[in-house]
Structures are given as structure tokens and as C-alpha cells.
């Protein structure tokens, strides 16, 4: 779903509205670690065992993805400026990587 929204939301954006500079940047940003998130995701699920870490990767990932890129899909594509929860966001996707930091750490990948 993530993949096809990103996809969706890309299109959309570069032939569905005029957008100038700024909100060309915002979009590009926000399509950029949209799509990166989204195949970290697959990775995390192809590769780290169903546990606690990993659903607290994916859900910091989701909430992350929902917040930073999508405060930026907002302004670039709408009149809404909601800025604030992009640094929010950004938070969410950090705490995504330092969890899978330590899941990594933990998983046994010989067995």
C-alpha cells in the first residue's frame, strides 16, 4: 500500500497540479523518503524475525512516513501548511532506524 500510494501520490503531483519551485521541492522530498521507507519496510519484514523491535520499526516508520511526508505532500499540493508535524515525523523515522538498529543487534541471523 505504501509503495502504490507513493507511486500515486508522485504521478499525481507532477501531472496532476501546477506546483512552483518550493512546493516542487517539498514534493520531491516527501516522495524521496516516502519511497525509501517504504522498501526499508519490505527489508524489515523479509528479514527480521516477528517480534517486538520489528513492530515497533514498522509502526515508527508508518506513523513517520504519515507525518514528515505527509505534512510535505500537504503544502506542496494543498493550501494546508501543517510544518509542524514534519520535524515530528522526522522524529518517528530516527526512532525507526535506532529501533532497528537494536533489533538488528539482537536477531540471530545464523539460525
Same mark, same amino acid.
Given at each position: 500500500?505504501?509503495? #502504490?500510494?507513493? $507511486?500515486? *501520490?508522485?504521478?499525481?503531483?507532477?501531472?496532476? $497540479?501546477?506546483?512552483?519551485?518550493? @512546493? @516542487?521541492?517539498? #514534493? @520531491?522530498?516527501? %516522495?524521496?523518503?516516502?519511497?525509501?521507507?517504504? =522498501?526499508?519496510?519490505?527489508?524489515?519484514?523479509? =528479514?527480521? /524475525?516477528? %517480534?517486538?523491535?520489528?513492530?515497533? $520499526? $514498522?509502526?515508527?516508520?508508518?506513523?513517520?512516513?504519515?507525518?514528515?511526508?505527509?505534512?510535505?505532500?500537504?503544502?506542496?499540493?494543498? /493550501?494546508?501548511? *501543517?510544518?509542524? *508535524?514534519?520535524?515530528?515525523?522526522?522524529?518517528?523515522?530516527?526512532?525507526?532506524? *535506532?529501533?532497528?538498529?537494536?533489533?538488528?543487534?539482537?536477531?540471530?541471523?545464523? %539460525?
Amino acid at each position: 500500500m505504501s509503495g #502504490l500510494l507513493a $507511486v500515486l *501520490l508522485g504521478a499525481f503531483a507532477s501531472h496532476g $497540479v501546477q506546483l512552483d519551485g518550493r @512546493q @516542487q521541492g517539498w #514534493l @520531491q522530498l516527501a %516522495n524521496q523518503y516516502h519511497f525509501y521507507h517504504t =522498501l526499508a519496510l519490505l527489508a524489515t519484514a523479509a =528479514l527480521l /524475525p516477528a %517480534n517486538g523491535w520489528r513492530t515497533l $520499526v $514498522v509502526w515508527a516508520w508508518l506513523a513517520g512516513m504519515l507525518l514528515f511526508c505527509g505534512s510535505l505532500y500537504l503544502a506542496a499540493m494543498t /493550501p494546508l501548511t *501543517l510544518f509542524w *508535524l514534519t520535524p515530528i515525523g522526522g522524529m518517528l523515522l530516527l526512532g525507526g532506524w *535506532l529501533a532497528l538498529i537494536i533489533a538488528a543487534s539482537k536477531a540471530d541471523f545464523c %539460525n
